[in-house]
Structures are given as structure tokens and as C-alpha cells.
């Protein structure tokens, strides 16, 4: 059974950090194309960052230069660092997975970020 848990969610300031994390279960973690997608309210889910199984990143244009994605494979744990949160970035972050070949997608529950005064 796959699972993905994020942690780290929570309240912030304009101008603060906050750190994701997201555990995963069940999949041969090293492998999958790790990602953290977030949907604000009346929005779409979006990609925020994805990391590849060779630590090749991308990130989406608003949190280039703020956020880092990083993995580990040995703790099966992906990361997303956050500085200089804006209001605009609140939403709930989900973790993603995808399988190589065949491509097959999983997800998390999602975490709340919330960045307000």
C-alpha cells in the first residue's frame, strides 16, 4: 500500500520559512520522480517543484529563488524548503510520486500553508 505523508504545514508570516516534508511508504522511493504541487482556494493544483531521481530539479517561475526541493532517498523523504512566503503562496501543498515507466501517479493528503499577518 502506497502511502504519502506530508508534515510541516502551519501559519506564517509574510516573510517567513516553513519546511515541508513528505514520508513515503510502499514504493521504491529512489526511483519515482518526487513533486510538491499546491492548490489555493478557487485554483487549480498547480506545480510548485519536482525533483528527479537524479536530483534534477524544476521549480514553478513564482518560488524560483525562495523554495528548495530536495530528497532522501535512505529516510524515503522528500523536502521543500520555503523562504520569503508571500500571502499568495497560502494553500494546501500535496506530495506527488511518479513512476517512471509505466507512469503511474500518487499522492498525498495535503498540508495547509497559511501565510498571513
Known amino acids: 500500500q502506497v502511502q504519502l505523508v506530508e508534515s510541516g504545514g502551519g501559519l506564517v508570516q509574510p516573510g517567513g520559512s516553513l519546511g515541508l516534508s513528505c514520508a513515503a511508504s510502499?514504493?521504491?522511493?529512489?526511483?519515482?520522480?518526487m513533486g510538491w504541487y499546491r492548490q489555493a482556494p478557487g485554483k487549480q493544483r498547480a506545480l510548485v517543484a519536482t525533483?528527479?531521481?537524479?536530483?534534477?530539479?524544476n521549480y514553478a517561475d513564482s518560488v524560483k529563488g525562495r523554495f528548495t526541493i530536495s530528497r532522501d532517498n535512505a529516510k524515503n523523504t522528500v523536502y521543500l524548503r520555503m523562504n520569503s512566503l508571500k500571502p499568495e503562496d497560502t494553500a494546501v501543498y500535496y506530495c506527488?510520486?511518479?513512476?517512471?515507466?509505466?507512469?503511474?501517479?500518487?499522492w498525498g493528503q495535503g498540508t495547509q500553508v497559511t501565510v498571513s499577518s
Open positions: 506527488n510520486a511518479v513512476h517512471p515507466t509505466p507512469t503511474i501517479s500518487y
Open positions: 510502499g514504493i521504491t522511493f529512489s526511483i519515482y520522480t
Open positions: 525533483i528527479t531521481r537524479g536530483s534534477s530539479t
